[in-house]
């Protein structure tokens, strides 16, 4: 039996990780923490165009570790967020396909809404006005290859109160 894997996505300070930490303790289920932000803290800034696939594949690989540890992971994002933030920053789509085709594989897509105060956090957020852009494109990007997701929003317990609903539904796969 293969790993379920639910992917939390969303634009910067929307809450993923938060969320992602509680759901990985209600459902004792594995945790992939998002690489981008540990890669950022150990080099002291935000990637380059070129560094972005390498980050792409990391995220991925984690998970794919956690899914031989566990029959349920949590994901701190997927490749797809670093696919959209290399668009957005590099005008750079040729990451876009492999992070779409992740995507599909993933059970459930919990897409966080940017309704959260923004709070700064360093060299690693941009502002509201990229926070509220980024997440229209996520939403036209998973809309327009059909990916469905799950929109999570209010504060942080009902955030986990409809999150926790969404993963004890029953599966469409």
Known sequence: ??????????????????????????????????????????????????????????????????????????????????ALCSEHYFGDYSLTTGALAFQQRCELTLLCAPDLPWEADGFLRDGPAVRSAFDARLRKTLESHGLGWVDIAGDNDTRLAVAIAALQRPSSR
């Open 1 to 82: 039996m293969s790993a379920r894997f639910v992917a939390l996505l969303g634009a910067e300070c929307t809450g993923k990780s938060t969320l992602a930490e509680a759901l990985a303790v209600h459902f004792n289920a594995g945790l992939v923490t998002e690489y981008l932000r540990e890669w950022c803290a150990s080099h002291g800034r935000t990637p380059q165009q070129h560094e972005q696939a390498a980050i792409a594949a990391e995220q991925e690989a984690r998970i794919e570790a956690a899914a031989r540890a566990h029959e349920l992971v949590i994901c701190d994002t997927t490749p797809l967020i670093t």
